[in-house]
């Protein structure tokens, strides 16, 4: 993936919801480069939902309709726990 691309999942990261871009954007910053290409993708795919849907399935309020971004999800918030 080319340094552009990086750098638009990183903007595409910054939501403008504070809870969503405490998760997303040090996800991207810290993590994304090393994912497989397979999962760079499902990302960027997970990101183009709306950010009350992502809000939701982030915090673990509701399951994404979509299994295919459990393992993703699971991911962003085992990067968050181990930050804390």
């Not at 080319?2 to 910054?14: C, D, G, P, V, Y």
Request: hydrophobic share 45%.
């Amino acid at each position: 993936m080319t340094e552009l691309n990086k750098q638009k999942i990183f903007w595409h990261s910054r939501r403008g919801m504070l809870e969503l871009d405490l998760l997303l954007v040090p996800f991207a910053t810290e993590v994304f480069a090393t994912l497989p290409t397979q999962e760079q993708m499902l990302y960027k795919e997970l990101l183009a939902n709306e950010d009350q849907d992502l809000f939701s399935w982030l915090l673990e309020r509701v399951e994404p309709p979509d299994a295919k971004f459990k393992p993703i999800i699971s991911k962003i918030l085992a990067h968050k726990a181990g930050r804390n």
